[in-house]
């Protein structure tokens, strides 16, 4: 089955073409950063408006990388939410139009559960059940995937997603945007105990906060003797020992609680370097089974879009997709 995958619930707009959930022919991403590095942060009305300039090349290029016309195309499968409405409604209104004149099915799905079917991309066979983290600039998630592929919602973040976290501190440090890769980057020359930032561990919920750890690192800065100089490495590395501990510790609780040994991440901040590797260490300590996304896969792309889609497909049977776009999912 060929599923085209497309996704613009940010600011990536990206197509994709994969066979059978699992086979990727294609994956284009265009990525808008540039437009919105100057302010910081991502620009709801220029991601929108960028996404219509470009979603029909950027379908067209995948089909063209994938050598596969749109007629051969069996299921279309769009981002329905969550994400920015104006950025979500493109990518709809565009599956829409083809699904329509091009008489194919449409699926329409989460982008947060889509993260952990990248998984599905990678590595050929995924046993279930398992303990899933997604960990992104707007999400913080905690699912838990049964054999089936139903899905059960642990927990979410109660304030700054992860990735938020990582882009908040970076700005107050100002290094740039997007700051996870930037503090990534700048941490491997700290030391991560040089503060002891706090571990939000929210012992009775499966939930996330990351605010509070984002004022810690202003309270720093703020203790700071004018004139002294700032200890970007150190900082860094504090601070993101802090949320990787975090997300280790509340996943590991969840594998016991739950008694599942096998655990998958996604999400942009899955691309980081002292996550990727603290996990994999826990799950060595624990005899976890671990799936963590290759790099490119981790980021906003439409073939996990595609992927969950395919599977979504197959469990749901024909019933009828609800592709309208949503803010909640
Ligand atoms: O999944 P994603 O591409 O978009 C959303 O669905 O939000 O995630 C983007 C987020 C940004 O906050 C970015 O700073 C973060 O992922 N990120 C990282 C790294 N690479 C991207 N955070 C920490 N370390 C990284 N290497
Ligand atoms: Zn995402």
């Known amino acids: ?47 929108s408006r960028k996404h219509l300039e ?8 995948a089909l063209r990388k994938a050598d596969v016309k749109i007629e051969d195309i069996d299921l279309i499968a769009v981002t329905k939410g969550p994400g920015l409405p104006g950025s979500l409604i493109v990518g709809v209104v565009c599956a829409k139009a083809l699904a329509f004149a091009f008489k194919k099915p449409i699926a329409g799905v989460s982008h947060i559960q889509a993260h952990i079917y990248a998984n599905f991309l990678a590595y050929s066979d995924i046993p279930l059940p398992a303990i899933c983290l997604v960990v992104s600039g707007g999400h913080t998630d905690l699912f838990l995937l049964y054999e089936d592929k139903n899905v059960r919602h642990l927990g979410r973040t109660r304030d700054d997603a992860a990735g938020e976290a990582f882009d908040k501190v970076a700005k107050l440090l100002s290094l740039g945007y997007p700051g996870g890769p930037i503090i990534d980057n700048l941490a491997k020359e700290g030391n991560p105990n040089f503060i002891n930032f706090p571990r939000p561990l929210l012992p009775d919920s499966w939930d996330f906060s990351f605010s509070g750890l984002k004022t810690a690192v202003l309270r720093e800065l703020r203790r700071l003797k004018e004139g002294e100089e700032i200890p970007v490495p150190h900082i860094c590395a504090s601070f993101q020992e802090a949320v990787v501990d975090t997300l280790v510790e509340k996943t590991a609780m969840a594998s016991k609680e739950f008694k599942i040994k096998r655990v998958l991440l996604g999400g942009g901040v899955s691309a980081n370097s002292r996550l990727r590797e603290k996990f ?50």
């Open 54 to 61: 470009t979603i029909i090349p950027i379908v067209d290029e």
């Open 1 to 47: 089955m060929l599923v085209l995958g497309i996704e613009t619930s940010c600011d990536e707009t990206a197509a994709a073409v994969v066979s059978d959930g699992k086979v990727l022919l294609s994956n284009v991403v265009a990525s808008q950063v540039e437009f919105h590095r100057t302010f910081g942060g991502v620009v709801p009305e220029i991601a």
């Open 280 to 329: 994999r260490s826990r799950a060595k300590e624990e005899g976890w089974e671990i799936f963590i996304p290759p790099l490119y896969l981790c980021t906003d792309n439409a073939a996990m879009i595609a992927a969950l889609g395919y599977h979504d497909w197959q469990r749901k049977g024909e019933e009828e997709f609800d592709v309208e776009p949503s803010l909640r999912i």
